[in-house]
């Protein structure tokens, strides 16, 4: 079956504890993509990659580090989460080659709580 | 400024009421429309790209529209299962990049 697979499902941790949030698409995608989203303020871009070792920044990049090392995974990392990153967080991949939002494949979802 | 803002931010219909829900944008050099549709506790599911004012995309019972400034998703008789928040987004072209950018939703209950 076709998927994107996050990991955890849901994470409670504190200020400062690196955590990092996995990411695994099986489609063979280039494109992959980190978004949060909060009440209000819709899906935001953290990064996206459009292939092995090319990733970018979005439009919220900043506390986030991403790496594309394989091109079916694309881990997130918080190095040092703070309580402003309390959201939940999607996963995205597509396969045109564009990238954008054409047919994005998203994940389940991370629900994270920094305290 | 770059926007996409959705309209109205929650819709309860009767099972069978059909109505329309509106996303209307202004961004510079559009690439595409697209509507997703997310339930409660997953990722959002993709459901249409439009690319040129005047195209029309159906599914089932839900058809889309595009306009210059805006864009229509159309919801035929609505059945309880259609509930969910359905979710615009735009790709426009900023600089030598393009960006996505998406709208905060609309929340859909249809009862029986």
């Known amino acids: 079956e076709a998927q994107v697979t996050q990991n955890p499902r849901y994470l409670i941790t504190v200020t400062g504890k690196k955590l990092t949030v996995t990411c695994s698409q099986n489609?063979?995608?280039?494109?992959m993509s980190w978004y949060r989203q909060d009440p209000g303020l819709g899906l935001r871009q953290i990064y996206y990659s459009m292939n092995v070792e090319v990733t970018d920044k979005g439009d919220v990049p900043e506390g986030y580090k991403v790496s594309r090392k394989e091109k079916r995974n694309f881990p997130l990392i918080l190095e040092s989460p703070s309580p402003n990153q309390t959201s939940l967080y999607f996963c995205a991949s597509t396969n045109t080659h564009r990238g954008g939002g054409e047919k994005l494949f998203f994940g389940s979802g991370t629900q994270l709580s920094v305290l | 400024e770059d926007q996409v803002t959705q309209s109205p931010e929650a819709l309860r219909l009767q099972e069978g009421e059909s109505s329309s829900l509106n996303c209307s944008y202004t961004?510079?050099?559009?690439?595409?429309l697209f509507w997703y549709r997310q339930d409660p506790g997953k990722g959002p599911e993709f459901l249409f790209t439009l690319y040129s004012a005047g195209e029309e995309k159906e599914k089932e019972r839900l058809k889309a529209t595009l306009t210059k400034k805006e864009s229509f998703l159309h919801i035929t008789a609505p059945k309880p299962e259609d509930s969910a928040t359905y979710l615009c987004?735009?790709?426009?072209?900023?600089?030598?990049?393009?960006?996505?950018?998406f709208g905060t939703g609309t929340r859909l209950q249809v009862f029986p």
């Open positions: 987004a735009v790709q426009a072209n900023s600089g030598n990049t393009d960006k996505l950018i």
């Open positions: 489609m063979n995608h280039e494109y």
């Open positions: 961004v510079s050099g559009l690439r595409g």
